[in-house]
């Protein structure tokens, strides 16, 4: 009877930083039909070329998990960018350029966060606009288009 409580305890804390961590996948982006088409952010840095990780707080200790390595972040116009993930929240930009990413470099994550707070503003859009028009609207200054998140 131990043997199966072991096996348990351990089966529970190796795949609990799954569920604490709250990192949807496509799907989750696929069954959200109200939900936001991507993001257009006001950023002070250009984090483009580096990777993301989410960010998460549980009782006090922020951890940090599903690092997104590319076409996250693409630059629009001036200080706006596409944002091509499914939320904004908890958003941490590292030190680490995407294609010096490996996933040893997990285990030390918290050593490389550069950014917690990397966007000025959000917006939100829900129509399905092409690079070129997500510049247009920017360069008009038509961000009644989008719904302000932040």
Same mark, same amino acid.
Request: hydrophobic fraction near 30%; include cysteine.
């Given at each position: 009877?131990?043997?199966?409580?072991?096996?348990?305890?351990?089966?529970?804390?190796?795949?609990?930083?799954?569920?604490?961590?709250?990192?949807?996948?496509?799907?989750?982006?696929?069954?959200?039909?109200?939900?936001?088409?991507?993001?257009?952010?006001?950023?002070?840095?250009?984090?483009?070329?580096?990777?993301?990780?989410?960010?998460?707080?549980?009782?006090?200790?922020?951890?940090?998990?599903?690092?997104?390595?590319?076409?996250?972040?693409?630059?629009?116009?001036? +200080?706006?960018?596409?944002?091509?993930?499914? /939320? =904004? %929240?908890?958003?941490?930009?590292? *030190? !680490?350029?995407?294609?010096?990413?490996?996933?040893?470099?997990?285990?030390?994550?918290?050593?490389?966060?550069?950014?917690?707070?990397?966007? +000025?503003?959000?917006?939100?859009?829900?129509? /399905? =606009? %092409?690079?070129?028009?997500?510049? *247009? !609207?920017?360069?008009?200054?038509?961000?009644?288009?989008?719904?302000?998140?932040?």
């Amino acid at each position: 009877m131990m043997n199966l409580v072991q096996k348990l305890t351990v089966t529970a804390v190796a795949v609990m930083p799954v569920f604490l961590c709250g990192c949807p996948g496509a799907s989750y982006v696929d069954n959200e039909p109200e939900g936001p088409k991507g993001y257009v952010v006001k950023m002070k840095n250009d984090y483009s070329d580096k990777v993301i990780i989410r960010m998460s707080i549980n009782f006090g200790d922020t951890t940090f998990c599903c690092p997104s390595i590319k076409n996250h972040t693409t630059k629009l116009v001036g +200080d706006y960018y596409k944002f091509n993930c499914s /939320s =904004y %929240d908890g958003i941490t930009y590292s *030190s !680490i350029k995407y294609y010096d990413w490996h996933d040893s470099l997990m285990e030390a994550i918290h050593e490389y966060i550069i950014d917690t707070n990397p966007f +000025d503003v959000v917006y939100a859009y829900y129509e /399905s =606009y %092409d690079e070129d028009k997500l510049k *247009s !609207i920017i360069e008009k200054n038509e961000f009644g288009k989008f719904e302000r998140k932040k």
